[in-house]
């Protein structure tokens, strides 16, 4: 489809040029067109005809430096949550872009009305915050900048370094999984933008936001899907008391269903296919500890495998596995059961519910199941040589983990490749498998930025190696 895009009384053609832009391990090459209202991504394929690819209001862009290895020729540009790391020909060419976006994007946002609006913050496992609190952001806040207001308000003592203890997630959407931001984007464009984009405003008001039409009421009242607001606060580390509030609760000793398993480690070990696991630790002790608590004789304990058996059946044929969001109640529910040492009938729980049960296992774990000791080696390895040399340098650090973290994340990754096999009807891809499930499983108990983009992409690009070479580094037997 071919859009002609003309200059006009109040649009310039300003600067344009090729640029590289990068997310992961995708490379695409892009031709951009900076107006004075918006700018226009095409494609570099032809030499007098461009595609058009996105065009950008400007008032909802924002920007950033880059610290990767192309840092002199490269900035971090995104709108309002999409980013991605733009380099461009030579260091001179990069300058005169962000002075260019700079002033442009700035002068777009002045335009802006209503310049603030009230936002709904919510709390996730934060100690006695329990209930939504609403600020006023503007157009010009970032992420950092509301999460700065909002500790204050939640009753948080901010001290040196504290800040970087808490992020803002966002959720698009009924079927989005929520999402942590990096800190640069500005919650008032993606509100707006969200505004816009679906049926909470008015057909006839959307394109023509006012400061008559948006009013406060309006804003803070609407709801948005399955988690009542689009704006999450959480602790990048979980709070511990969160998961023993129920310990004790039930003393008794479960049996636990005995599952087939299909990825264990010593077939030997085995009576008639029936893989007899360890009992699980005591009530109240599986999430939110340290795995040699939770595998003691580093072997999994039964509802921890009995979750991924599950998933290893159901979902390579559930769509949108670990990417659509299930009911907060249901995954309530089910934690509550596991937590109890109730028995759990599996075949009853939706795989979605599962799905982020598992997840939230993970981000549960102390110091991450990958280990925060050799997190920067962990992001270090993807850059080595060939694949080759990557298996290798990888195998190298799983011999330096503990031998329960091996094997759980041997099961793991036995169950991501095997839904990454059906791509084609789950519409879950290694890349894609990864961008969901890196954050849970990898991250840093001492840096002051790990959601950094860099940081985020080199976590989701090391994920996806794993799973697309599974077999070669956990062995063919998985």
């Known amino acids: 489809e071919r859009t002609t895009l003309s200059e006009g009384p109040n649009r310039t053609l300003l600067i344009h040029g090729p640029v590289e832009f990068k997310r992961g391990w995708r490379r695409q090459k892009r031709h951009l067109f900076l107006f004075s209202d918006l700018l226009l991504v095409s494609n570099s394929k032809y030499r007098k005809t461009f595609k058009i690819k996105d065009k950008i209001p400007l008032n909802t862009m924002w920007m950033t430096d880059c610290d990767d290895t192309n840092a002199k020729r490269s900035l971090v540009l995104g709108w309002p949550t999409v980013n991605f790391t733009a380099t461009f020909s030579s260091s001179e060419q990069k300058e005169q872009w962000r002075s260019s976006l700079r002033r442009y994007i700035n002068l777009a946002k002045e335009k802006d009305h209503p310049k603030s609006i009230p936002l709904k913050i919510f709390a996730e496992d934060i100690e006695n915050c329990a209930c939504p609190i609403s600020l006023t952001v503007t157009n010009s806040d970032t992420t950092n900048d509301i999460i700065d207001k909002s500790l204050p308000m939640l009753g948080i003592t901010v001290s040196k370094g504290s800040k970087s203890d808490y992020q803002l997630w966002v959720s698009s959407g009924k079927k989005e999984a929520p999402f942590p931001l990096i800190g640069h984007e500005h919650p008032y464009g993606i509100k707006m933008s969200h505004l816009q984009a679906t049926a909470l405003l008015p057909h006839r008001l959307r394109g023509s936001i006012s400061s008559s039409t948006l009013q406060e009421p309006f804003l803070l009242e609407q709801p948005f899907p399955e988690m009542g607001g689009p704006f999450v606060l959480k602790p990048r580390r979980p709070l511990r008391s969160q998961e023993h509030k129920n310990a004790g609760q039930r003393t008794g000793e479960k049996k636990w269903p005995m599952v087939n398993w299909a990825f264990r480690r010593n077939p030997s070990t085995c ?208």
Not at 325 to 342: H, M, P
Not at 436 to 464: D, F, H, M, R, Y
């Open 271 to 478: 009576q008639d296919n029936v893989c007899r696991a360890l009992p699980s630790p005591e009530p109240g002790k599986l999430f939110g500890v340290s795995l040699k608590d939770v595998c003691p004789g580093d072997d999994l304990p039964t509802p921890l495998r009995d979750m991924l058996f599950f998933l290893n059946q159901k979902g390579p044929l559930t769509e949108g596995i670990f990417r659509i969001s299930a009911s907060v109640r249901a995954c309530g529910a089910l934690k509550q059961k596991l937590n109890s040492g109730e028995k759990v009938n599996w075949e009853d729980e939706p795989v979605l519910v599962v799905a982020s049960v598992l997840k939230d296992f993970f981000r549960n774990i102390q110091e991450s199941v990958f280990s925060s000791g050799l997190y920067y080696q962990w992001l270090t390895v993807i850059d080595e040589g060939n694949e080759e040399e990557k298996i290798t340098g990888i195998q190298r650090l799983l011999d330096q983990l503990p031998k329960a973290n091996v094997v759980l994340l041997r099961y793991l990754f036995g169950a991501l490749h095997n839904i990454e096999q059906h791509s084609a009807s789950n519409q879950m891809t290694a890349y894609n498998l990864s961008v969901c499930i890196a954050p849970s499983i990898l991250w840093s108990s001492t840096s002051c930025s790990p959601g950094l983009e860099n940081e985020l992409t080199k976590k989701i690009s090391l994920v996806q190696f794993v799973i697309k070479n599974c077999l070669n580094i956990f062995g063919k037997d998985i």
